[in-house]
């Protein structure tokens, strides 16, 4: 990294932490100063914030970080933060989260992407439904189907409920 852009980002770092800039500016200037560079430099830049990531305290129960990390305060759910890596670096989160441990990075990219398939779902009745969240395509690999006339097609009875 050059030292101009180094300077550029510890300027856009601290402007952050004393609250002098917004998040969305803060993230669009980095990404900007990220453009500059080749994939490779970029990479390295991503896996050394990912270094400093592992040590931000993380609360085991909400897993969500417990002190500011870069744009994010305290309280945010790691997967969030997965999120803006996964998307960034060029090949994906589950590199960062095995180090490059080749075997075990396309499968945790594709359980990543299924994980990403799930969203909130009020039908706490269905098998599917873990906690408000449906959980449909980690069983099946792919998104439940929703029709404007029926609503989900794919709801099944949990049995055991009332
Ligand atoms: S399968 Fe359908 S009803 Fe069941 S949790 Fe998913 S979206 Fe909700």
Redesign the pocket.
């Known amino acids: 990294m050059s030292e101009y852009k180094k300077q550029a980002i510890d300027i856009i770092d601290r402007l952050h932490k004393e609250n002098r800039i917004g998040y969305q500016d803060y993230l669009d200037i980095h990404d900007g100063l990220d453009e500059m560079e080749t994939l490779r430099d970029r990479d390295e830049v991503l896996e050394e914030l990912w270094g400093q990531f592992a040590d931000v305290p993380m609360n085991p129960d909400t897993e969500c970080i417990e002190e500011r990390f870069m744009g994010w305060g305290p309280g945010i759910h790691r997967e969030e933060i997965w999120h803006w890596f996964d998307e960034r670096h060029s090949k994906g989160v589950a590199y960062l989260l095995y180090g490059g441990a080749e075997d075990y990075v396309p499968e945790t990219k594709r359980l990543y992407g299924l994980r990403r398939s799930c969203?909130e779902?009020?039908?706490q009745t269905?098998?599917?439904?873990h906690g408000g969240?449906?959980?449909?395509a980690l069983v099946h690999e792919r998104k439940?189907r929703?029709t404007d006339d029926d609503?989900?097609i794919?709801?099944?009875y949990r049995e055991g409920d009332d």
Do not use: A, H, K, L
Not at 126 to 129: D, I, P, V
Not at 133 to 136: H, Q, T
């Open positions: 969203f779902c009020e039908s269905c098998q599917f439904n969240e449906c959980r449909f439940p929703i609503g989900c794919d709801y099944d």
